[in-house]
């Protein structure tokens, strides 16, 4: 079966070596030995989060195991790449968050996570989720299910809770929190629907829906539902305008209302 995505991260690769022969034993390994991007993406993140819990080889087996077999999961990974490339521009190929961004690398061991957690195997789950957050400062519930094309771009003190639910196509940036209130119990966690684009530092608390295609502002607290292709912003959120394109996570377009004043 073609697999256009992972023949790109292999000739982007095989391109990098030649330019930086030093870098041709890392490649190698990381990208032109592996037999597919499932397996690559294993040994990888594998070489990140290992400990003394459980060893590298341990963990890339696992993380083998949990990351090929399931159609989703392997759709979910390409589209997550396609997705940065899309959206970041900084970003000019598949192997640069492949290789280096801990955003993609995250999500993939949170991905691995929520099988293992839908397989009722919890504390393998619990331990890959413990060792995200010490090895990426990303911290996601294994149970919180995520959509395909995600980019959570830097990432660093992303927070997901168990009851939380990100649809495709959603943008997040870092320092963002899905979190309960601390006053409700059960699903207590954000729905994040379709294409919404979630700014730097945004909170949303409780079990709220932040509707499709809507933005939410950066450093912005929102305490109650976004309607649908609404910009808030503010703390707590207050609507304060319509967003501009269809999808804002697609093209992350993070401007504000030109009439925008808190
Ligand atoms: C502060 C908090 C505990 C609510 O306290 P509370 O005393 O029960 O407050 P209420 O929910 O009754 O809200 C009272 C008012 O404060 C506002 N408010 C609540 N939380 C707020 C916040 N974090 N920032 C600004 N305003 C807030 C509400 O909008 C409401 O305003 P209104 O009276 O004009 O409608 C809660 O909103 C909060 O911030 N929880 C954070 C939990 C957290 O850190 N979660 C992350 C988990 S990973």
Redesign the pocket.
């Known amino acids: 079966m073609p697999d256009e995505v992972w023949d790109r991260i292999r000739s982007q690769a095989e391109e990098e070596a030649g330019r930086e022969p030093v870098l041709r034993p890392f490649l190698e390994a990381s990208v032109l030995a592996p037999a597919g991007l499932e397996e690559a993406l294993a040994g990888l993140v594998a070489s990140k989060i290992a400990c003394s819990s459980l060893s590298q080889e341990a963990t890339r087996a696992v993380l083998v195991e949990t990351l090929t077999g399931d159609a989703d999961v392997s759709a979910a990974l390409r589209a997550d790449l396609v997705a940065i490339v899309a959206r970041n521009p900084a970003c000019s190929s598949e192997l640069e968050p492949f290789l280096h961004f801990k955003g993609y690398h995250g999500l993939a061991l949170h991905r691995a996570a929520h099988r293992l957690w839908a397989a009722d195997r919890h504390g393998l789950a619990l331990l890959l989720q413990s060792r995200m957050s010490e090895a990426f400062g990303i911290d996601i519930h294994p149970a919180a299910r995520f959509g395909r094309g995600i980019f959570i771009d830097h990432a660093t003190s992303v927070?997901v809770?168990e009851t939380a639910v990100v649809e495709d196509d959603v943008s997040m940036l870092h320092e963002v929190?899905l979190?309960?209130?601390?006053?409700e119990s059960g699903d207590r966690h954000p729905k994040i629907r379709h294409g919404v684009l979630l700014c730097a530092g945004a909170k949303i608390?409780g079990n709220v829906e932040v509707g499709e295609g809507a933005k939410v502002g950066a450093g912005s607290?929102v305490?109650d539902d976004v309607p649908p292709h609404t910009t808030v912003a503010g703390?707590?959120a207050r609507v304060v305008g319509r967003a501009r394109t269809e999808l804002p996570a697609l093209d992350m377009d993070q401007s504000l209302p030109l009439d925008y004043s808190i």
């Open positions: 927070v809770g929190t979190g309960g209130t601390g006053k608390l607290v305490l703390v707590p």
